[in-house]
């Protein structure tokens, strides 16, 4: 493989990477904070931030398996 090839491929995992790090962050980050607002508005304590923190991790899960989907069929 030349250096340009090897170049496009290193490129190619660092944006999948990147990209899998963007989807659990805002996954969580964004539930997280949702549920929060929610508990300030709402004046229940930790509820909602932990209801909405697990949803974010759940739905983080989901993100990462979506996305890692089509590279698991490829190799097989």
């Not at 990209?19 to 929610?38: P, S």
Request: proline fraction near 3%.
């Amino acid at each position: 493989m030349s250096k340009k090839g090897v170049w496009i491929e290193a490129m190619r995992v660092f944006s999948l990477i990147s990209q899998l790090g963007i989807i659990v962050a805002v996954c969580i980050f964004g539930c997280g904070f949702l549920g929060r607002l929610l508990d300030s508005k709402l004046s229940t304590s930790p509820v909602f931030t932990l209801i909405f923190i697990f949803i974010g991790i759940g739905s983080a899960f989901s993100g990462v398996y979506r996305t890692l989907l089509p590279f698991m069929k490829k190799r097989k």
